[in-house]
């Protein structure tokens, strides 16, 4: 139903967030894409 659409969205925010984070340790500011 809508609520566990809701947390899914969520989770995957998360994850892209997270992910984010983890690339942008490795590359230097000026190379990271959002």
């Keep these: ?3 566990t659409q809701k947390v899914l ?4 925010h998360q994850g ?3 992910c ?3 690339v942008g340790h ?3 500011p000026s ?3 959002v």
């Design 1 to 3: 139903g809508e609520f």
């Design 9 to 12: 969205a969520a989770e995957l």
């Design 16 to 18: 892209v967030a997270e």
């Design 20 to 22: 984010h984070a983890v």
């Design 26 to 28: 490795r590359l230097t």
């Design 31 to 33: 190379e990271i894409i």
